[in-house]
């Protein structure tokens, strides 16, 4: 309600101040800083939605609204610190370590946790003094979502079995995709054969993608779909395609250029060198493209992930004062990767746009992690909360209480972020739909593993422990 209008301020701020740390230091804000972008929004928009259900919990339990947002930013500055920690620390190895995209989407996310923890903490702190200096009207629900998810009792843990089950199938089929198929690597990975094209005629990128990739079909029978941008105006289009790239066809040049002038007759278009007949296309000049995405930066990237992945553990392990905790963490996010590379290994050639792999991809990739990191330090951290507080109780009771009681927060969280994503999806263009799309995927896959995966790993690491 009203905390809602305070928290789009606080958003709002946010943004301005990355964006302003962006172009004081004269960064590029590029694909992967984009991806870096999203993940900070979701990471704001979750510090806001702990807080707020951390005021709700003490409102329930007969304060007053001043003492109730005292203590709800009280008990939640935990769980806020531990995951922009985690997330702070992930973003710092890979700056260091990393290169190219990997740099530009930490150097992000590092502008992104210091601006977010402002934001969330401190601009609606002030908002709210000032609100209750006023005498405002203060509200942290509607009616209808007053008691929504406040009293649900699901019992994740007896289920956790069929989860491991599910996980294992998808992951399985994943991996067995990845090594039969592969994954569609972009001119970036493999290069490729560049064109600058002048129409008569304004054109639809889609279509022209479409004619192209008809008649440019690899030696398995699969499409090979362009890339291709808008240059300087709607008539004119660069398309790079990597149709032949890495094929021992002779005369493969001569191939690639008949088969865009066929790609062009198709549409209507004929080759006319002064444009002067109506419906006619002039190749301004067309050179090769050397890929841009060598083996030693794929290394360096990988032993970067890696690296950050183990700072995770041992933070994670230290922070919580267990190494099952660490190990759940790490074995969910190996889990969301390898869904959503498994899922694109699957789907690469039947869904309706480009899934290829590139540099955008390495940064959806890097998101997932980051995000499922995210998730799941809240969640662990309402756990560690409950055993001390229900000393008596069973590792199981403490650890279904703790997913309930976060429910609501997981769900708002992830619906927040995922519709954000969904708008990207449907209005950003088709050539950031594979991007974008990676993202929906982990965000849900992340959403799942911190509540089916790494919780419930957490508690059979520590068989011992459980009390029947």
Same mark, same amino acid.
């Given at each position: ?251 493969? +040049?001569? =191939?690639?250029? @008949? %088969?865009?002038? #066929?790609?062009?007759?198709? /549409?209507?278009? &004929?080759?006319?060198?002064?444009? !002067? ?111 001390? +507080?229900? =000393?008596?109780? @069973? %590792?199981?009771? #403490?650890?279904?209480?703790? /997913?309930?009681? &976060?429910?609501?927060?997981?769900? !708002? ?56």
């Amino acid at each position: 309600k009203r905390a809602g209008f305070v928290a789009n301020i606080a958003l709002v701020a946010n943004v301005f101040f990355i964006f302003g740390t962006l172009a004081s230091l004269g960064a590029a804000l590029t694909l992967p800083g984009f991806a870096g972008l999203i993940l900070t929004i979701g990471m704001s928009v979750d510090a806001n939605v702990l807080i707020y259900e951390r005021v709700k919990e003490e409102l329930s339990n007969g304060k007053g609204i001043k003492l109730a947002i005292q203590d709800g930013y009280k008990h939640a500055y935990t769980a806020i610190i531990d995951a922009n920690v985690t997330s702070l620390l992930t973003a710092v190895v890979l700056a260091y370590f990393g290169s190219g995209p990997i740099q530009g989407f930490a150097t992000t996310l590092i502008i992104g946790v210091f601006t977010s923890l402002f934001s969330a903490i401190f601009i609606t702190r002030l908002i709210f003094s000032y609100l209750l200096d006023k005498k405002w009207d203060l509200s942290f629900y509607r009616n209808a979502t007053k008691s929504l998810f406040t009293s649900t009792s699901i019992s994740f843990l007896s289920k956790r079995k069929i989860s491991y089950a599910i996980s294992a199938i998808i992951v399985i089929i994943g991996i067995y995709s990845l090594f039969t198929n592969g994954l569609d690597g972009s001119v970036e990975f493999t290069g490729g054969r560049s064109y600058r094209v002048e129409f008569t005629d304004e054109m639809n990128k889609e279509e022209v993608r479409l004619a192209i990739a008809n008649v440019c079909v690899n030696e398995e029978g699969n499409k090979v779909s362009p890339e291709i941008k808008t240059v300087d105006n709607n008539f004119t289009l660069e398309i790079t395609t990597k149709y032949l790239e890495g094929s021992g066809v002779k005369n493969k +040049l001569s =191939k690639i250029d @008949s %088969s865009m002038a #066929v790609a062009f007759n198709n /549409l209507g278009y &004929t080759e006319d060198a002064g444009l !002067n007949d109506e419906k006619s296309y002039k190749i301004v000049y067309s050179r090769g493209v050397e890929k841009q995405i060598s083996n030693e930066l794929i290394q360096g990237s990988f032993l970067a992930v890696l690296f950050s992945l183990f700072v995770i553990f041992i933070y994670i392990a230290f922070r919580f004062r267990k190494w099952q905790y660490g190990l759940g963490a790490l074995v969910a996010m190996f889990h969301d990767v390898l869904v959503v590379l498994g899922l694109f290994s699957i789907f690469y050639n039947t869904l309706p746009f480009s899934m290829e792999i590139d540099q955008a991809f390495i940064a959806a990739i890097l998101t997932v992690i980051g995000y499922s990191i995210n998730d799941t330090v809240v969640v662990f951290d309402r756990i560690r909360e409950f055993a001390l +507080l229900h =000393k008596k109780s @069973s %590792s199981v009771q #403490v650890v279904d209480r703790a /997913l309930n009681s &976060t429910l609501s927060r997981t769900i !708002n969280t992830s619906l927040s972020t995922f519709l954000v994503l969904l708008t990207i999806f449907i209005f950003g263009g088709e050539s950031i739909k594979g991007f974008s799309f990676a993202l929906m995927i982990g965000v849900l896959v992340g959403t799942y593993s911190s509540l089916f995966i790494a919780t419930p790993l957490v508690v059979d690491f520590s068989k011992k422990n459980i009390k029947s």
